[in-house]
């Protein structure tokens, strides 16, 4: 059957496309590059902090490092990584045959690359230094070109990200086949839809607040510059109004991905479908009034602080439903601990740490204290390296086959997780002990009393340098080597497993059947019919292609 | 489902209570805890890592459990049960997270007003404040106090409800790249370092000569962020003498890590002698400065 179709060439993937199964892998490609980038900014950071003093490199060239290195994986890793998987799989999963709008689609993703390459080029007129969150007056007195550049590069990335979220937004609600009502698409969809309300609602005000900080910078006005009589704290408003939900957008697209790969490889419902699908909706709108929770030492008054302390740990709530639910999902499965799974157990590990420590810092009391150290430091990557990216590639080793008709290797896939694993908590989890101790971060040189406790977060990272490897040669290798895919290897449920691996340039050849809700696993066990074990019709669709 | 028996379950939560108390009391994270308010700060992380124990050993004893337990054996193709959800359940553990951060929130509260935070002198008017504090108003902080008409919050912490006021020992901070300025408005000393006396309330007003810094004594919890043309507060009272790390918190250029300096508690007869050594000090070098001119 695949034969009749045409098969995308290579060329395609290196032009400007409106396929969102090409639009997706371009997305990802590209965000995998600047994750390589930004990773080995993190790692001359880890080597600088090896030792107490700044012997590596020079300290204006440690915080161009930092600024670059949280920028990079933010916009140009995290953020993409995203809408990667969202342009991939939301038309599959709903059983349309494109997004909304393909064209627009198209200029999103080519909006990425001009912008991360100009944003690179900051480092030949000395990069930005003031730090990913570019709070003025600082900004405005390091480096004014390197600055210039980040902001120009940031709004262009910005516009990328609300031109994709008007997409699945509208694909979402629009597209989906007939049979499939808002409560029986598959949760990423939900995630997706709670993900793009807070890209809409958030990103204008960061274009603002960068806007006018650009004023600021070229024009000689003082909206945030003390000097002039110009407000550096509405800045922080403006800048946390999005930056806050950012965190949201870059970790609701994953949390869709674990309740996708939980089901599969656990053989089992999800847990709490309504329950999961609700919480996304109720952390996205609770996310847009947590904002100053970044300020707490900064200008804000007591009761200001006192209203957004009780606002962020409202958020515990609906998060921890979703760990329960998947924790339940897991719970008296049959789990196939391939490299997927071992990924989605992984994120909700780590996760669970960073939302535990997150509850911390909410208390203003305490943030008081941890505020600006390393134990934010600590907390906020198990948020988003703990969550995001093991959820992310919980989703690469999941997809894979799909993306690519091909398997990976589920040996050099068990090793990648185990190192990242180990190497992940050898990095961040000192990180919160020296916190609390009194290490502030964004610094290049510190007192030797921290120092032990940094060669091991130092020698951590380099073991997550170094579990990239197997990585990439399982992804390169399985590409062009690996072994066949057939259309569903995991015996899944949604949409997307109904075509083939890789799918058709028309997605499917005729309208897909929504034979069962996307979680219904083993009804096999009090099968309704009796005739027909659901195993027996997924080997059908199986052997079908 | 498969529920080990009641006994093992009863087992199990015991040691985990267990275990969650005792290393909420007994973590050894944080450094010594030198001032009124750093006491009550760390009774409430203890609180918070008590709970936070129970529930990281409940998640990844649940994650860990099933792993092993539940691990699909060799050519075993079937599926788990049809289990969609449980709605006791559910409200259970949509119910206790509640209950929990409502709880962690007024006990935060609690201790955020005893440490000062929402002092109706620190949240007063800005003007008020101007005249409530004459004295601090030394000439060469006047030119920002200038630029900021109009009505304005102070900010950061007050003075404790539970403190009797007006025997504060009041010290101006000017923070600049990269260094902390002390100024002593009673006496007119003005240090690199901050010199306290032990068991009196201290009230640090506080700003910016160039980009934002913070002031933080890691050994007090205490944090503020000092800002150019703004006033800001920090209140606290010492109560072990020693010298502690004062450290800048707030990303202020390339040497951010190098602004530091100390903070040093004097038992009440020496924080008399260093006084009377530096305004004898501070007079000799205006006296020289004069005799200069």
């Keep these: ?545 | 489902m498969n529920i080990p028996s009641n006994i093992i379950t009863l087992i199990a939560g015991i040691a985990l209570t267990l275990i969650s108390l005792w290393y909420g009391q007994n973590h050894g994270l944080l450094p010594i805890a030198a001032s009124e308010e750093a006491a009550e700060i760390d009774g409430l992380f203890n609180f918070m890592m008590t709970i936070a124990t129970g529930l990281f050993l409940l998640v990844e004893g649940v994650l860990v459990y099933s792993v092993i337990r539940f691990r699909r054996r060799k050519g075993d193709t079937t599926d788990g049960p049809p289990v969609e959800g449980n709605v006791p359940l559910e409200i259970v553990w949509t119910a206790i997270p509640t209950i929990i951060v409502f709880i962690l929130a007024v006990y935060s509260f609690d201790v955020y007003n005893t440490m000062g935070g929402l002092d109706p002198m620190a949240s007063h008017d800005y003007l008020a404040s101007h005249d409530h504090h004459q004295m601090v108003a030394t000439e060469e902080d006047n030119s920002h106090l200038v630029a900021m008409d109009g009505e304005q919050v102070a900010l950061g912490l007050g003075q404790s409800p539970y403190n009797e006021a007006g025997n504060s020992l009041v010290v101006n901070v000017n923070g600049i790249q990269y260094a902390w300025i002390f100024t002593y408005p009673d006496t007119g000393i003005v240090s690199g370092e901050l010199h306290v006396p032990v068991n009196r309330p201290v009230q640090l007003n506080m700003t910016a000569g160039d980009v934002l810094h913070a002031f933080w004594l890691p050994e007090f919890r205490i944090k503020q962020d000092v800002i150019p043309g703004r006033e800001s507060e920090l209140s606290f009272t010492p109560t072990k003498v020693g010298q502690y790390p004062v450290i800048c918190a707030e990303l202020c250029g390339a040497y951010h890590g190098g602004m530091k300096t100390t903070l040093t508690v004097h038992s009440a007869e020496d924080y008399q002698q260093w006084l009377q050594d530096n305004t004898i000090a501070q007079t000799e070098v205006d006296g020289n400065v004069a005799l200069g001119q």
């Design chain 1, 1 to 545: 059957m695949e034969k009749e179709h045409p098969q995308r060439k290579w060329q395609d993937y290196f032009g400007f496309s409106t396929d969102h199964k090409v639009i997706g892998i371009q997305y990802l490609v590209t965000a995998f590059f600047f994750y390589f980038v930004g990773g080995a900014l993190a790692e001359a950071m880890r080597v600088e902090l090896a030792t107490p003093d700044p012997d590596f490199v020079q300290p204006e060239f440690y915080n161009q490092l930092m600024t670059m290195h949280g920028s990079i994986m933010l916009f140009l890793w995290i953020l993409p990584a995203g809408a990667a998987f969202a342009n991939y799989l939301i038309p599959l999963m709903i059983g349309a045959e494109d997004m909304a709008f393909p064209r627009l689609n198209g200029v999103a993703f080519w909006m990425i690359p001009p912008g991360g390459i100009f944003f690179l080029s900051s480092f030949f007129v000395g990069a930005p230094q003031a730090g990913w969150t570019s709070y003025p007056p600082l900004s405005l007195v390091s480096g004014q070109w390197g600055e210039e550049i980040w902001i120009l590069s940031v709004l262009l990335l910005g516009t990328s990200s609300i031109l994709g979220a008007i997409n699945f937004v509208t694909t979402i609600l629009r597209m989906r086949i007939p049979d499939m009502d808002i409560h029986s698409m598959p949760l990423f969809c939900w995630s997706m839809l709670a993900t793009s309300a807070l890209i809409l609602l958030g990103t204008p005000v960061l274009a603002a607040a960068l806007i006018l900080l650009s004023f600021d910078l070229i024009a000689g006005t003082a909206f945030f510059n003390p000097a002039g009589g110009g407000d550096p704290i509405v800045y922080q408003h403006m800048f946390w109004f999005y930056s806050h939900p950012a965190v949201y957008i870059m970790v609701l697209p994953f949390f869709g991905v674990i309740s996708e790969v939980l089901p599969v490889h656990a053989r089992k419902p999800i847990f709490g479908y309504r329950a999961i699908a609700y919480s996304s909706l109720a952390i996205s709108f609770l996310g847009l009034i947590v904002w100053a929770h970044h300020m707490f030492t900064s200008g804000t008054p007591g009761w200001l602080r006192m209203f957004f302390m009780a606002t962020t740990m409202i958020i515990a709530v609906p998060t921890g439903i979703k760990v329960f639910s998947w924790c339940a999902t897991l719970w008296g499965g049959k789990l196939n601990l391939n490299s997927a799974l071992l990924f989605g157990i992984g994120f909700l590990s780590s996760f669970l740490i960073g939302g535990l420590s997150g509850v911390m810092v909410a208390s203003v009391p305490f943030d008081i204290h941890v505020h600006d150290t390393y134990f934010v430091v600590a907390h906020f990557h198990y948020v988003l390296f703990g969550g995001a990216v093991f959820g992310l590639f919980a989703a690469v080793y999941h997809w894979f086959p799909k993306m690519s008709g091909r398997m990976v290797n589920e040996t050099l896939g068990r090793i990648h997780f185990v190192l990242t694993f180990i190497g992940f908590n050898l990095t961040f989890l000192p990180m919160h002990p020296l916190g609390l101790q009194g290490m502030n971060r964004r610094i290049a040189l510190y007192d030797p009393k921290f120092q032990a406790l940094n060669e091991l977060v130092s020698i951590g990272s380099y073991i997550l340098a170094v579990s990239t490897f197997p990585f990439i040669i399982n992804i390169v290798w399985s590409v062009f080597k690996g072994e066949k895919a057939p259309r569903n290897p995991w015996r899944a449920l949604t949409l997307e497993w109904q075509t083939a691996s890789p799918p058709i340039i028309e997605n499917f050849e005729e309208e897909p059947v929504l034979w069962a809700g996307p979680y219904e696993y083993g009804i096999d066990i009090e099968s309704v019919d009796g005739d027909e074990e659901v195993e027996d019709m997924l080997a059908e669709v199986g052997s079908s292609s």
